[in-house]
């Protein structure tokens, strides 16, 4: 199974402040063929679901605000929240579908206002 | 547009057999070539991955729950149920259905998710 790692485990960010993400895949997760990274975001408030946020590494969710993007290929990949609002608090996984099942989630990164 | 909503016992004792089921609304089971979901999500901790089921039955369980799990669809109901057999503490969770994308595995639909508590 490929394993995904994120760092920080936790963060605290001002208001109006960039929040940066990482994550790290065990073997790369970009796909020869195509030139797409098989990864994906997540953000998910207590009590809710995970919301899919970015797909293929760097593709935004339709009404996902731009003020969330990704980055990276290969191996590492990083989520930046460009300027944090108070509805972003969260946790953000990351997710690779690149290989055959099962598919994997990082730990999660949990984001907070400082 | 599509909903999903899980239903089930919310508690189940040590050894028996959790059973949930997945009610897909807003669209046909039996339609777009989704593969149907089951996530879990241990307390406070990550995400897991059970397995899927294609409207005609086809199956993939996480290789480190194979053993215990089953999945398993009704058409007529629009609805798909998980097994999990044999269960102990370490399998309380919050049980999602997720619905990936049709043609690749981001999810980008989930269910509200049910708590599963196993105790005696």
């Known amino acids: 199974d490929i394993v995904m790692t994120q760092s920080p485990d936790s963060l605290a960010v001002s208001l109006g402040e960039r929040a940066t993400i990482n994550c790290k895949s065990s073997?790369?997760?970009?796909?020869?063929?195509?030139?797409?990274?098989?990864l994906a975001w997540y953000q998910q408030k207590p009590g809710q679901p995970p919301k899919l946020l970015i797909y293929?590494?760097?593709t935004r969710e339709s009404g996902v605000p731009d003020r969330f993007s990704g980055s990276g290929s290969g191996t590492d990949f990083t989520l930046t929240i460009s300027s944090l609002q108070a509805e972003d608090v969260a946790v953000y996984y990351c997710?690779?579908?690149?290989?055959?099942?099962?598919?994997?989630f990082g730990p999660g990164t949990k984001v907070d206002i400082k | 547009q599509v909903q999903l909503q899980e239903s089930g016992p919310g508690l189940v004792k040590p050894s028996q057999t959790l059973s949930l089921t997945c009610t897909v609304s807003?669209?046909?089971?039996?339609?777009?070539?989704?593969?149907w979901s089951w996530i879990r999500q241990h307390p406070g901790k990550g995400l897991e991955w059970i397995g899927y089921?294609?409207?005609?039955?086809?199956?993939y369980y996480n290789p480190s729950l194979k053993s215990r799990v089953t999945i398993s669809v009704d058409t007529s109901k629009n609805q798909f149920s998980l097994k999990l057999s044999s269960v102990t503490a370490a399998d309380t969770a919050v049980y999602y259905c997720?619905?990936?994308?049709?043609?690749?595995?981001?999810?980008?639909?989930w269910g509200r998710g049910t708590l599963v508590t196993v105790s005696s």
């Open positions: 073997q790369s997760v970009l796909y020869s063929s195509n030139n797409k990274n098989y």
């Open positions: 997710q690779q579908y690149y290989s055959t099942p099962p598919f994997t």
């Open positions: 089921i294609y409207y005609s039955g086809s199956t």
């Open positions: 997720a619905r990936p994308s049709l043609h690749y595995w981001y999810f980008d639909l």
């Open positions: 293929w590494a760097s």
């Open positions: 807003g669209g046909s089971i039996s339609s777009g070539g989704y593969y």
